[in-house]
């Protein structure tokens, strides 16, 4: 039993975070948002790194590591708000490596990895998947559908439609689709979905965690009354709470990109525990970000919005909290072990 | 990261599991003293088997167990809805206490009849007017020879009426700081000095005492840790109460929960999308009690201290408690308030969970301040 990362896993993680403080500021998150593009050269060195390839077998290209290191990467891209199609890609790349016949994984899964052809996945609903990231962008799109389904289209087959969502730092667009177009993925969808739910909570962790850091800055700093206003409890309890709901999120988080590696049957009910516990989270941090903050909290200017933001989309892809607590019950009820 | 027992903790944890399936917990009977006198006689049957107290070193005649067998041990206890030891507060911080701080006399002393259940503790620290604020305590020794004598009053002293002997902080230097002038006694209860009162709770039970000391004689041999140092002492005790208690909480609230499960499924419930959603919830927040449980225990094994997870455990148990409860409430209806009821006693003691071992909100203010560095006001 050891909770913990090992030392290589500790590194990529210390060196996530030195490398997007520099490339991913604020000042750049902002500015690539109001650009409406993201910063081409923060992607190159992504690639350059061999980041989108770090789940993907060394076979495809890949630096074959497991789940857990894409889930830090994820969380540190979180902590980041980072504008890039990493996310996208990494989740089609899952659902593609665990659900795909051998010839779809060698067709796809070496650009996935070098991050030259990119993929996505969207959630199909009355014939449309309406928010889909990097759609507009992908060379390939993994579209589910409400049984469990899932099929891969390339852009020529169907419609894509950019969207503009409140977190303009990312690009989003709608995918129109015939239920016959592109072909199937036959294999194991849910764990891909499984698999891309944890890295998606991974992210919102790191949003959170963001949030907080910065909330507790500024409570320290800000006075009031002569007071640094953290020393007021209504204050500083609300920043407690905040490191609460970001410690169980990221406790489960773990947990899930864990199991995915070494208990896979502990997978299904770690990733919707995951996601539900981190999309909870991270919404609720980022709103109580804002709080503490005061009416500077509510401004363009303060850059806490990019996280909420990020926070309230993130949360919402793949099924939000709710949908994972019924998969859960479900489960639960089935007598799956949660452990 | 490896979220698995190791060969040695699976070794250790069948060997439990076997001696629990050999020693079939008996049935809770009706009655606080009877209940008393079940959980003393499980205690002893623990003792006989060498599992009365695993995390003690073996020259104590604990089993050297770590942190994670402490954590598997609880678990176990818990899964097999045995009873705590009768002397709980014994084991899990007069012991520890001792053998921090006591000498060479009173290790030799006190601690092997803590383990046999020969002599129950009870810890006299709270009092009326010193709740979250400890080191506001008013309660005098004031030295007569080579005796004290200690007058005052403490509350919330569960067990008192069994026990043998009480860890109480008294001031014995009125003039020093209030942190400063404190001083940890062992306190013989059988003595004229010293009258409890039980306290009736919202329960209708007297899990707890009031504790009137008057005029009542410690020996000085029986100070521990030195006169003055007191509230280091007490610190010591108060790191340790439920360490390892929070393993074994966190399975007995995951038992419930399977229960409710299991209940609101048999009567179609978990169609009803609230329910379902109350449920799913519940089963997050066990789960992550559990995880967040085992990252402490890592980090305490790592860095020698616990990480910020060991602060949140607590918080997130009491909260996950009292939500199972009124969950359990909403989703049976009535008849679990009917005194016959199991839920209908949980619901009523679980309002004290926020409360005791530390407030919601002091450990609220311990997160903010040791852990985020926020300022003191």
């Known amino acids: ?339 | 990261m490896d979220l698995t027992f190791s060969e040695s903790e699976l070794a250790f944890r069948d060997e439990f599991r076997s001696w629990l399936q050999a020693n079939e917990v008996p049935p809770a009977p009706e009655g606080e003293d009877e209940q008393y006198r079940h959980r003393r006689d499980w205690q002893r049957r623990l003792y006989d088997g060498g599992w009365a107290a695993v995390h003690w070193p073996r020259e104590y005649g604990g089993r050297d167990a770590t942190l994670v067998e402490a954590a598997i041990f609880y678990e176990e206890m818990a899964r097999a809805r045995a009873p705590f030891p009768a002397n709980v507060l014994g084991l899990l911080l007069a012991g520890p206490t001792i053998m921090t701080w006591g000498t060479e006399e009173q290790k030799s002393r006190y601690l092997l009849p803590i383990m046999s259940a020969e002599e129950i503790w009870c810890q006299g620290f709270s009092e009326p007017e010193a709740g979250s604020d400890l080191a506001a305590l008013k309660t005098r020794a004031v030295k007569d020879g080579d005796e004290w004598v200690v007058t005052g009053q403490k509350v919330w002293t569960s067990g008192a009426q069994y026990s043998k002997w009480c860890m109480l902080v008294a001031r014995t230097d009125q003039d020093a700081p209030k942190h400063k002038g404190l001083t940890y006694f062992i306190l013989d209860m059988e003595q004229p000095g010293v009258e409890v009162v039980p306290l009736r709770q919202i329960t209708g039970e007297s899990e707890f005492n009031e504790l009137f000391i008057s005029e009542a004689r410690i020996p000085d041999a029986n100070v521990l840790g030195g006169v003055g140092n007191g509230w280091k002492v007490a610190l010591t005790t108060l790191m340790n109460e439920r360490a390892g208690l929070a393993f074994g909480l966190q399975v007995a609230l995951k038992v419930r929960l399977d229960e409710l499960t299991e209940t609101a499924a048999a009567r179609g419930l978990l169609d009803d999308p609230v329910v379902a959603d109350k449920l799913g919830d519940l089963h997050v927040k066990c789960e992550i009690l559990r995880l967040t449980a085992y990252r402490g225990l890592t980090a305490t094994m790592k860095y020698g201290q616990p990480g910020p997870e060991g602060s949140l455990t607590k918080l997130m148990w009491s909260s996950t408690n009292q939500q199972l409860m009124q969950t359990a409430v909403d989703v049976l209806g009535p008849e679990a308030l009917l005194t016959d009821s199991p839920w209908s006693f949980d619901l009523l003691r679980s309002r004290g969970n926020t409360i005791e071992g530390g407030t919601t909100e002091i450990l609220k203010n311990i997160v903010a301040e040791r852990v985020l560095g926020l300022p003191r006001k």
């Open chain 1, 1 to 339: 039993m050891n909770f913990d990362f090992t030392e290589d896993q500790h590194t990529i993680k210390r060196t996530a975070r030195e490398l997007l403080a520099k490339r991913s500021s604020f000042e750049r998150v902002r500015a690539a948002a109001e650009g409406g593009a993201y910063d081409e050269t923060l992607w190159v060195e992504l690639c350059e790194l061999g980041w989108p390839g770090i789940a993907i077998s060394e076979d495809f290209g890949g630096l074959g590591l497991g789940l857990v290191e894409l889930v830090i990467l994820a969380e540190e891209l979180g902590y980041a708000v980072a504008g890039s199609p990493f996310l996208s890609n990494a989740l089609g790349g899952l659902l593609i490596d665990q659900a795909g016949s051998d010839e779809q994984r060698a067709r796809w899964l070496p650009g996935i990895a070098d991050g030259t052809v990119r993929a996505t996945v969207g959630v199909v609903k009355d014939g449309a998947a309406p928010v889909v990231p990097d759609a507009a962008s992908a060379a390939v799109i993994v579209l589910l559908d409400a049984e469990g389904g899932a099929r891969l289209v390339e852009p020529a087959a169907v419609t894509v439609e950019p969207v503009s969502s409140i977190d303009i730092g990312r690009r989003f667009a709608r995918v129109t689709a015939a239920e016959d177009a592109g072909e199937p993925l036959a294999g194991d969808v849910a764990a891909g979905t499984d698999r891309a739910e944890a890295v998606l909570a991974a992210e919102l962790v790191g949003v959170a965690q963001r949030a907080m850091e910065l909330s507790v800055a500024y409570a320290k700093d800000r006075k009031q009354f002569d007071t640094p206003i953290g020393a007021y409890q209504a204050v500083s309890h609300l920043c407690a709470q905040m490191l609460f709901d970001t410690e169980g999120a990221r406790s489960a988080t773990y947990f899930a990109a864990w199991s995915a590696d070494a208990a896979p049957e502990q997978l299904p009910v770690a990733a919707a525990m995951a996601k539900a516990a981190a999309a909870d989270a991270s919404r609720a941090v980022t709103a109580s970000a804002i709080q503490v903050h005061g009416g500077i909290g509510f401004t363009w200017e303060a850059d806490l919005h990019w996280l909420y933001k990020r926070a309230q989309v993130d949360a919402s892809l793949l099924g939000g909290a709710r949908a994972h607590r019924a998969r859960v019950a479900r489960l639960a009820a089935a007598g799956v072990p949660a452990a």
